[in-house]
């Protein structure tokens, strides 16, 4: 069992910046991806950004790509998201996520999910 823990969600402008944290805990060593999803209201959960444990390799949505970053800290057990020039289409809850398998697309089978965390653009 892995247990994920976001932290960083708030209130922020357009054009500013927040970085979600996702600490993790348990058995982390059989995790092969870490992810980021956010749910909007009145839309579908949508892939946010994935990164790979074993290579390092970052994914990104086409929406976030070139002002997200998903970064880790291994001995903290601990993924980033940067989130920059921040606009009011980012309103979101967004959720850490984690996967074992390590085969097939990054960006859906995750296993384990956080509580999400709240993240409010203003324009």
């Known amino acids: 069992q892995v247990h994920l823990v976001e932290s960083g969600g708030g209130l922020v402008q357009a054009g500013g910046s927040l970085r979600l944290s996702c600490a993790a805990s348990?058995?982390?060593?059989?995790?092969?991806?870490m992810g980021w999803f956010r749910h909007a209201p009145g839309k579908e959960r949508e892939f946010v950004a994935a990164?790979?444990?074993?290579?390092?390799?970052?994914y990104y949505a086409d929406s976030v790509k070139g002002r997200f970053t998903i970064s880790r800290d291994t001995p903290k057990n601990t993924v980033y998201l940067q989130m920059n020039s921040l606009k009011a289409e980012d309103t979101a809850v967004y959720y850490c996520?984690?996967?074992?398998?390590?085969?097939?697309?990054?960006?859906?089978?995750?296993?384990?999910w956080g509580q999400g965390t709240q993240v409010t653009v203003s324009s």
């Open positions: 348990g058995r982390t060593i059989n995790i092969a991806y």
């Open positions: 990164l790979s444990t074993s290579i390092g390799a970052a």
């Open positions: 996520a984690a996967r074992r398998r390590n085969s097939g697309d990054y960006y859906e089978d995750y296993d384990y």
